[in-house]
């Protein structure tokens, strides 16, 4: 079956614009995540979705971060005001549910932003 | 917090060398743990993972297993080969009120050569 999509595959913006990215997961996913990946670095933790609800927004790194789920399912990060340091590749994860931390969570392919 | 480091990169081997990554942790409680792997052009994909202590990972001839005892997952493989070229990215997930979210360590570059 489709794997977890997201879109676009690439973004140029320019500083101060605002932008959304877009996440399709796998189907009968309930478990949502974003993750920010820096270059030469690991991906870090922003926003956990179960079902439509942020059960986990720890790791947005200010108010200009939102994400949404409004049915449940594609999942859209909203930055706004974007400033160069948010440059870096966003990936989304789905899994079945967040079962204890064992399940396995699947990536999409990513959104390289780059805010010039 | 909860915290993975990974050995310094990159590596680089021949074919058909013995491989290891070394990946240290720092969590509370129990955590599960995982290897991802990146190949050039790809996104992130599983490569194995164990959930609790004592645990071997495994998957395409890549080993791992869960010591509680010195708080390692380091990763193995017998005979690399060049389609082995890639980032591997140790993680774990706390579980509980983490919610199953990844701490993921820095990444290590392997380049295999023929």
């Known amino acids: 079956g489709a794997g977890v999509s997201q879109t676009p595959s690439n973004k140029v913006t320019e500083k101060g614009k605002y932008v959304e990215l877009r996440c399709d997961p796998i189907?009968?996913?309930?478990?949502l995540y974003w993750y920010r990946q820096s270059l030469g670095q690991g991906p870090e933790f922003l926003i956990y979705?179960?079902?439509?609800?942020?059960?986990?927004d720890s790791g947005l790194p200010n108010d200009r971060f939102f994400a949404v789920r409004p049915e449940g399912s594609v999942s859209t990060l909203k930055i706004q005001r974007t400033e160069r340091g948010d440059s870096a590749v966003y990936l989304c994860?789905?899994?079945?549910?967040?079962?204890?931390?064992?399940?396995?969570?699947?990536f999409g392919p990513g959104t390289r932003l780059l805010v010039l | 917090g909860d915290s993975v480091t990974q050995m310094e990169g990159p590596v680089t081997l021949s074919e058909e060398a013995f491989l290891t990554i070394n990946c240290t942790y720092t969590?509370?409680?129990?955590?599960?743990l995982f290897w991802y792997v990146q190949y050039p052009g790809e996104g992130l994909q599983l490569l194995l993972k164990?959930?609790?202590?004592?645990d071997k990972g495994s998957n395409k001839g890549f080993e791992a297993t869960y010591r509680k005892e010195t708080t390692s997952f380091h990763l193995e493989k017998g005979s690399v080969q060049v389609s082995d070229s890639a980032v591997y990215f140790c993680a774990l997930s706390a579980g509980g009120t983490s919610y199953g979210k990844l701490t993921f360590g820095q990444g290590t570059i392997l380049t295999v050569h023929p």
């Open positions: 994860a789905s899994s079945l549910s967040p079962g204890g931390g064992q399940e396995t969570q699947y």
């Open positions: 979705f179960q079902g439509t609800g942020a059960a986990d």
């Open positions: 164990a959930t609790k202590a004592d």
């Open positions: 969590a509370t409680g129990y955590p599960s």
């Open positions: 189907s009968g996913h309930t478990a």
